[in-house]
């Protein structure tokens, strides 16, 4: 119970009105706390009902045989993994580039191995240890190319960020129809994962694309995703976008075509 300042003797009526801001500041940064906590409870629940979507909407599912995920702590959260999986089973991209090997990649190698093995996968991936952690058991396709590419830093607004090197020279001249923007680790950067805005720069988008960004409450992120949209504005490129959220929030960055991607 915290103390009621208005108990006790009040000498004059400054002194009143000085204790009854000092109660309402309390109130309000209660209330503050209470409503956090709120936000945080019906993103949890939000979390919670798209774990069941996944597991509903995989029971049937013939392509996804390993269904063994860890979403928690840094990697892909439930919402994040429901939709890849829905645009990955609806949309059937034919040139997929995901940046961060991990639980996502769980799911994009299976696509390529059991449900479309004409499509191609290219995951981009800094760090050699996590490669040799998950590499083993991801399922092998000729299709199916797993990267390991150097970080170069640059300066942004005063902070050091990151990206993969030689990104462009490695896709060359190819179209990606979905783009997984998950890596390199992005907390704390103020431009982080910024080799998708490249990308647009040198025409790696196919007519038809989905781009996804995951951790999109960040800060860092919201400055890269403004940074894509500006990019494809300067090549004239239509595109809408929207967001999905559980206990992490992605946004979407689709061309007009692959609007539907919105309500899967
Ligand atoms: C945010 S993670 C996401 C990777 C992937 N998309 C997923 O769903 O798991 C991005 C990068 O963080 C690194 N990483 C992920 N988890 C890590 C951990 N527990 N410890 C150290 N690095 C980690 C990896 O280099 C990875 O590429």
Redesign the pocket.
């Known amino acids: 119970m915290q103390n009621n300042p208005l108990k006790g003797s009040i000498s004059s009526s400054e002194e009143k009105q000085a204790t009854l801001l000092e109660l309402a500041r309390r109130h309000e940064q209660r209330l503050a706390a209470v409503e956090q906590k709120l936000d945080l409870c019906y993103n949890e629940l939000k979390e919670l009902n798209y774990a069941h979507l996944l597991h509903d909407g995989m029971e049937e599912s013939s392509w996804v045989k390993n269904r063994t995920f860890d979403l928690h702590?840094?990697?892909?959260n439930y919402s994040?993994i429901y939709l890849l999986f829905r645009i990955l089973d609806k949309i059937e991209p034919r040139n997929i580039l995901?940046f961060?090997?991990?639980?996502?990649?769980k799911l994009t190698t299976q696509y390529i191995a059991y449900k479309n093995p004409e499509a191609y996968l290219n995951v981009c991936?800094?760090?050699l240890d996590?490669i040799k952690i998950y590499q083993p058991e991801l399922p092998k396709h000729e299709h199916i190319c797993v990267n390991h590419l150097d970080l170069e830093y640059f300066e942004y607004r005063r902070k050091r960020n990151d990206k993969y090197a030689g990104l462009l020279e490695l896709v060359g001249d190819q179209k990606f129809d979905l783009i997984?923007v998950?890596?390199?680790?992005?907390g704390g950067k103020n431009l982080p994962r910024s080799n998708v805005v490249d990308l647009i720069g040198h025409g790696n988008l196919a007519e038809d694309f989905v781009i996804i960004f995951?951790?999109a409450e960040r800060v860092g992120e919201k400055n890269t995703i403004k940074r894509t949209q500006a990019a494809l504005r300067k090549k004239s490129i239509a595109f809408q976008t929207f967001e999905r959220f559980g206990i992490k929030r992605q946004a979407y960055i689709v061309s007009a075509s692959r609007s539907f991607a919105g309500y899967l």
């Open positions: 702590n840094w990697a892909a994040f995901e961060g090997l991990g639980q996502t990649t991936e800094h760090s996590w997984i998950d890596g390199p680790v992005g995951d951790d």
